[in-house]
Protein backbone atom coordinates (compact mmCIF):
# COMPACT_ATOMS: atom_id res chain seq x y z
CA UNK A 1 0.00 0.00 0.00
CA UNK A 2 1.02 3.66 -0.93
CA UNK A 3 2.22 5.76 1.85
CA UNK A 4 4.62 8.90 2.88
CA UNK A 5 5.82 9.64 5.89
CA UNK A 6 6.97 12.98 7.42
CA UNK A 7 9.52 11.97 10.03
CA UNK A 8 9.40 15.85 11.41
CA UNK A 9 6.40 17.46 13.34
CA UNK A 10 8.44 20.74 12.99
CA UNK A 11 11.30 22.28 11.42
CA UNK A 12 12.92 25.49 12.99
CA UNK A 13 14.72 27.86 11.18
CA UNK A 14 16.58 31.02 10.70
CA UNK A 15 15.08 33.50 8.06
CA UNK A 16 18.23 33.55 5.33
CA UNK A 17 19.08 30.22 6.04
CA UNK A 18 18.73 27.17 3.77
CA UNK A 19 15.39 25.06 4.63
CA UNK A 20 14.53 21.29 4.59
CA UNK A 21 11.94 19.50 4.91
CA UNK A 22 11.90 15.99 5.05
CA UNK A 23 9.50 13.15 3.23
CA UNK A 24 10.20 9.29 2.69
CA UNK A 25 7.24 7.52 0.49
CA UNK A 26 6.40 3.86 0.07
CA UNK A 27 4.55 3.12 -3.45
CA UNK A 28 4.68 0.26 -6.11
CA UNK A 29 5.46 1.43 -9.28
CA UNK A 30 6.26 4.31 -10.39
CA UNK A 31 5.85 7.68 -7.78
CA UNK A 32 3.54 10.85 -8.37
CA UNK A 33 4.67 12.57 -5.46
CA UNK A 34 3.62 16.30 -4.85
CA UNK A 35 4.16 18.86 -1.91
CA UNK A 36 1.88 21.31 -0.63
CA UNK A 37 1.33 24.18 1.70
CA UNK A 38 -1.42 25.37 4.38
CA UNK A 39 -1.49 28.66 5.88
CA UNK A 40 -3.96 28.92 8.67
CA UNK A 41 -7.75 29.05 7.95
CA UNK A 42 -6.55 27.77 4.14
CA UNK A 43 -6.91 25.33 1.89
CA UNK A 44 -3.79 23.38 0.00
CA UNK A 45 -1.85 25.07 -2.31
CA UNK A 46 0.14 23.08 -4.46
CA UNK A 47 4.09 24.11 -4.64
CA UNK A 48 5.33 21.01 -6.99
CA UNK A 49 4.91 17.84 -8.16
CA UNK A 50 7.61 14.87 -9.63
CA UNK A 51 6.23 12.93 -12.33
CA UNK A 52 9.59 11.76 -14.00
CA UNK A 53 12.42 13.33 -15.40
CA UNK A 54 14.65 15.36 -13.89
CA UNK A 55 15.49 14.67 -9.89
CA UNK A 56 15.24 17.96 -8.78
CA UNK A 57 12.18 19.81 -9.30
CA UNK A 58 11.74 23.28 -9.37
CA UNK A 59 8.20 24.90 -7.77
CA UNK A 60 6.47 28.05 -6.46
CA UNK A 61 8.14 30.77 -4.38
CA UNK A 62 11.65 29.56 -4.95
CA UNK A 63 11.09 25.73 -3.32
CA UNK A 64 12.93 22.96 -5.07
CA UNK A 65 12.44 19.31 -4.21
CA UNK A 66 14.86 16.21 -4.43
CA UNK A 67 14.08 12.95 -5.48
CA UNK A 68 16.26 9.87 -4.77
CA UNK A 69 14.56 7.19 -6.08
CA UNK A 70 17.17 4.67 -3.99
CA UNK A 71 16.45 6.36 -0.59
CA UNK A 72 12.78 6.61 -1.80
CA UNK A 73 12.70 10.47 -0.74
CA UNK A 74 11.30 13.51 -1.50
CA UNK A 75 12.46 16.44 0.62
CA UNK A 76 11.66 19.52 0.13
CA UNK A 77 14.22 22.45 0.20
CA UNK A 78 15.48 26.28 -0.03
CA UNK A 79 18.30 27.44 0.00
CA UNK A 80 17.07 31.12 2.04
CA UNK A 81 14.12 30.93 4.37
CA UNK A 82 11.72 33.74 4.83
CA UNK A 83 9.21 34.50 7.70
CA UNK A 84 6.30 34.12 5.33
CA UNK A 85 7.16 30.55 4.41
CA UNK A 86 6.03 29.89 7.93
CA UNK A 87 3.03 27.46 7.36
CA UNK A 88 2.10 23.95 7.24
CA UNK A 89 3.54 21.42 4.76
CA UNK A 90 2.34 18.39 3.10
CA UNK A 91 4.17 15.47 0.95
CA UNK A 92 1.87 13.67 -1.01
CA UNK A 93 1.90 10.85 -3.35
CA UNK A 94 -0.62 9.14 -5.66
CA UNK A 95 -2.66 6.30 -4.88
CA UNK A 96 -2.85 3.14 -6.60
CA UNK A 97 -5.57 2.58 -8.92
CA UNK A 98 -4.37 6.52 -10.49
CA UNK A 99 -6.86 8.73 -11.03
CA UNK A 100 -6.55 11.52 -8.30
CA UNK A 101 -6.25 9.88 -4.78
CA UNK A 102 -3.90 11.69 -3.06
CA UNK A 103 -2.21 9.95 0.06
CA UNK A 104 -1.01 12.61 2.57
CA UNK A 105 1.64 12.49 5.03
CA UNK A 106 0.70 14.19 8.28
CA UNK A 107 2.49 17.45 8.09
CA UNK A 108 5.36 19.37 8.87
CA UNK A 109 5.30 22.58 10.38
CA UNK A 110 7.75 25.08 9.69
CA UNK A 111 8.65 27.82 11.60
CA UNK A 112 10.63 30.45 10.37
CA UNK A 113 12.39 32.48 13.27
CA UNK A 114 13.38 36.72 11.92
CA UNK B 1 -9.38 32.39 -13.50
CA UNK B 2 -11.55 31.93 -10.15
CA UNK B 3 -10.11 29.59 -7.92
CA UNK B 4 -12.31 26.45 -6.38
CA UNK B 5 -14.87 27.66 -4.23
CA UNK B 6 -16.55 26.12 -0.99
CA UNK B 7 -20.02 26.97 0.22
CA UNK B 8 -20.50 27.62 3.41
CA UNK B 9 -16.92 28.16 4.85
CA UNK B 10 -18.57 27.28 8.29
CA UNK B 11 -21.03 25.34 9.36
CA UNK B 12 -22.21 24.57 13.30
CA UNK B 13 -24.69 21.12 13.27
CA UNK B 14 -25.93 18.99 16.44
CA UNK B 15 -24.87 15.51 16.35
CA UNK B 16 -28.16 13.28 14.22
CA UNK B 17 -28.52 15.95 11.33
CA UNK B 18 -27.47 15.68 8.05
CA UNK B 19 -25.22 18.22 6.17
CA UNK B 20 -24.86 19.35 2.54
CA UNK B 21 -21.60 20.92 1.67
CA UNK B 22 -20.91 22.38 -1.98
CA UNK B 23 -17.90 22.79 -4.29
CA UNK B 24 -17.16 24.74 -7.42
CA UNK B 25 -14.33 23.96 -9.26
CA UNK B 26 -12.06 25.67 -11.14
CA UNK B 27 -13.36 26.65 -14.76
CA UNK B 28 -12.53 23.94 -17.41
CA UNK B 29 -12.14 21.46 -14.59
CA UNK B 30 -14.02 18.16 -14.49
CA UNK B 31 -12.14 16.18 -12.19
CA UNK B 32 -13.19 17.02 -8.29
CA UNK B 33 -11.89 15.34 -4.84
CA UNK B 34 -12.96 15.80 -1.19
CA UNK B 35 -10.81 15.38 1.45
CA UNK B 36 -11.39 15.39 5.63
CA UNK B 37 -8.85 17.44 7.20
CA UNK B 38 -8.70 16.56 11.48
CA UNK B 39 -5.82 17.12 13.81
CA UNK B 40 -5.88 13.15 14.74
CA UNK B 41 -6.40 11.49 11.58
CA UNK B 42 -4.84 14.13 9.27
CA UNK B 43 -5.74 14.91 5.61
CA UNK B 44 -7.78 11.91 4.22
CA UNK B 45 -9.39 11.39 0.93
CA UNK B 46 -13.07 10.84 0.73
CA UNK B 47 -13.95 10.73 -3.32
CA UNK B 48 -13.26 11.87 -6.28
CA UNK B 49 -16.07 12.41 -9.37
CA UNK B 50 -15.41 12.94 -13.08
CA UNK B 51 -18.06 13.71 -15.52
CA UNK B 52 -20.44 13.00 -12.83
CA UNK B 53 -19.03 9.64 -12.34
CA UNK B 54 -17.73 8.54 -8.66
CA UNK B 55 -14.06 7.22 -9.53
CA UNK B 56 -12.77 6.83 -6.65
CA UNK B 57 -13.92 6.06 -2.95
CA UNK B 58 -11.90 6.65 0.46
CA UNK B 59 -12.91 4.31 3.76
CA UNK B 60 -15.30 6.41 4.96
CA UNK B 61 -18.55 5.08 5.94
CA UNK B 62 -21.79 5.41 3.84
CA UNK B 63 -23.29 8.41 5.46
CA UNK B 64 -20.84 10.27 3.59
CA UNK B 65 -21.76 10.65 -0.19
CA UNK B 66 -21.37 12.65 -2.77
CA UNK B 67 -22.31 13.98 -6.48
CA UNK B 68 -21.24 15.64 -9.20
CA UNK B 69 -23.11 17.82 -12.10
CA UNK B 70 -22.98 18.66 -15.11
CA UNK B 71 -21.40 21.77 -14.80
CA UNK B 72 -18.40 19.89 -12.85
CA UNK B 73 -20.13 21.71 -9.53
CA UNK B 74 -20.15 18.95 -6.38
CA UNK B 75 -22.00 18.51 -3.49
CA UNK B 76 -21.03 16.50 -0.59
CA UNK B 77 -23.26 14.84 2.09
CA UNK B 78 -23.06 13.78 5.62
CA UNK B 79 -26.00 12.46 7.03
CA UNK B 80 -26.73 11.04 10.72
CA UNK B 81 -23.80 13.62 11.94
CA UNK B 82 -21.42 12.42 14.64
CA UNK B 83 -19.41 14.19 16.69
CA UNK B 84 -16.03 12.78 14.85
CA UNK B 85 -17.22 14.26 11.85
CA UNK B 86 -16.34 17.72 12.72
CA UNK B 87 -13.22 18.67 10.40
CA UNK B 88 -12.28 20.85 7.85
CA UNK B 89 -14.05 19.57 4.29
CA UNK B 90 -11.67 20.39 1.65
CA UNK B 91 -12.70 19.97 -2.20
CA UNK B 92 -9.86 19.93 -5.01
CA UNK B 93 -10.02 20.05 -8.81
CA UNK B 94 -7.94 19.31 -11.57
CA UNK B 95 -7.70 18.87 -15.40
CA UNK B 96 -8.79 15.49 -17.17
CA UNK B 97 -5.38 13.47 -17.20
CA UNK B 98 -3.46 16.71 -15.21
CA UNK B 99 -1.67 15.67 -11.76
CA UNK B 100 -1.89 18.78 -9.90
CA UNK B 101 -5.00 19.29 -7.73
CA UNK B 102 -6.11 22.89 -6.92
CA UNK B 103 -7.56 23.15 -3.61
CA UNK B 104 -10.30 25.35 -1.75
CA UNK B 105 -10.29 27.23 1.21
CA UNK B 106 -12.90 24.19 2.86
CA UNK B 107 -15.79 24.31 5.13
CA UNK B 108 -15.17 23.75 8.57
CA UNK B 109 -18.09 21.40 9.72
CA UNK B 110 -18.34 21.80 13.91
CA UNK B 111 -21.07 18.81 15.27
CA UNK B 112 -22.07 19.58 18.39
Known amino acids: AQSVAQPEDQVNVAEGNPLTVKCTYS??????LFWYVQYPNRGLQFLLK??????LVKGSYGFEAEFNKSQTSFHLKKPSALVSDSALYFCAVRGSGGYNKLIFGAGTRLAVHP | KAGVTQTPRYLIKTRGQQVTLSCSPI?????VSWYQQTPGQGLQFLFEYFSETQRNKGNFPGRFSGRQFSNSRSEMNVSTLELGDSALYLC???????????FGPGTRLTVT
Open chain 1, 50 to 55: YITGDN
Open chain 2, 27 to 31: SGHRS
Open chain 2, 92 to 102: ASSLELSYEQY
Open chain 1, 27 to 32: VSGNPY
